[in-house]
């Protein structure tokens, strides 16, 4: 009696497969999306901060220099009050650096990115159906692998970062071209309109 394979290239199997790819790849799109949206965040964040900052010096700049030159004792304390606003901003900016988290964020979704092409790739050689199945299999644990690596190196995205991830490519189709979009990149020999 033959030993029974462990994998058989049938019309089911391929279909299996290919739902567990449709899956794998539409998480990885949303992930995508998702550490580019927090980086997007994380640096409007960090501009608003360096404005901030920027204000909050000048008033405790003028503040101090009307205090100097005795216009009253309210210029001082609205020195004071403002340069602890200050401080505290600095604090918070010398300990969560946004700079570098967004950078991180911006790291992770360019790694996603590769692998969401290869995804993508691994589902089209699924279909032309010229590979062997056991070698699909084979690419679609190493792309876990390498997904698995990228999480583990990958900042914590935020709620808010998922909803505008999820704006963006459900009501934006940050994802879709149509074929007269992609033709405009194209040279004429591979376009289809």
């Not at 998922?162 to 405009?184: G, V």
Request: proline content about 3%.
């Amino acid at each position: 009696m033959e030993p029974h394979s462990q994998t058989s290239d049938t019309p089911d199997s391929r279909s299996i497969l290919e739902g567990q790819l449709r899956e794998c790849f539409g998480r990885v799109v949303y992930s995508h999306k998702t550490h580019e949206k927090c980086a997007d965040i994380l640096l409007s964040r960090l501009s608003l901060i360096k404005l901030w900052q920027i204000i909050l010096s000048a008033v405790t700049t003028g503040s101090f220099i009307a205090a100097v030159f005795d216009v009253g004792q309210i210029g001082a304390l609205i020195g004071v009050l403002v340069s602890t606003a200050l401080l505290v901003l600095n604090a918070y900016t010398k300990n969560y650096d946004l700079g570098e988290l967004s950078q991180k964020h911006r790291q992770a979704g360019a790694d996603l990115w590769v692998i969401r092409e290869r995804y993508l790739s691994l589902i089209t050689d699924l279909r032309m159906g010229e590979k062997p199945i056991e070698g699909l299999q084979r690419e679609r644990d190493d792309l876990l692998e390498e997904l698995h690596s990228v999480y583990s190196g990958a900042p914590s995205t935020t709620y808010q970062a998922y909803k505008k991830a999820q704006e963006a490519l459900k009501q934006l189709e940050d994802m879709t071209f149509s074929d007269a979009e992609i033709d405009a990149f194209l040279p004429k020999e591979l376009k289809r309109g």
